[in-house]
């Protein structure tokens, strides 16, 4: 297995990753969105987010978003979002090699602090997984869909 940067030609396979990530936590799923905004998950020098896949023999197993944000309060913070590893491939750390290669980048780019946003059904599942590598639960999100003209 090798840990990556997205490049376009992934963006099929992790189309189908993020379906089976929004259907198992129950958000809603936009294909035409993913794939107009392939652009976003490339790595581009400057930036700073990227998208980082696992992959095993031509098949993307695996896959998470990084970004680098200064918030308001002064500090540089790092994010992991949408992370999923396919469930044929859950159980070998294939998660935890991504996330050890995320916050190797992050902490490269000198962020303060590091966040995962973890879905509710999944926080005590994904707590034993990171807790051990130094997270500790801070917040809990609230998130509510606006009406959209469509």
């Known amino acids: 297995m090798i840990v990556r940067n997205y490049i376009s030609k992934d963006n099929e396979q992790t189309m189908k990753l993020m379906e089976k990530l929004s259907k198992y936590v129950g958000v809603g799923f936009d294909p035409k969105k993913w794939k107009d905004s392939d652009k976003l998950r490339l790595f581009s020098p400057g930036l700073r987010r990227q998208t980082l896949v ?6 993307i197993i695996g896959m998470g978003m990084i970004e680098a944000r200064l918030e308001p309060s002064g500090e540089m913070v790092g994010y992991l979002n949408n992370w999923i590893v396919d469930p044929e491939h859950q159980g070998r750390g294939v998660g935890r090699i991504l996330a050890e290669k995320a916050l190797e980048i992050l902490e490269k780019i000198g962020v303060d602090k590091i966040r995962i946003n973890v879905g509710m059904r999944d926080k005590d599942r994904i707590a034993k997984l990171v807790c ?19």
């Open 54 to 59: 696992a992959e095993e023999e031509d098949k």
């Open 132 to 150: 051990p590598m130094g997270f500790d639960p801070v917040f809990i999100t609230f998130e509510m869909e606006t009406k959209k003209e469509k």
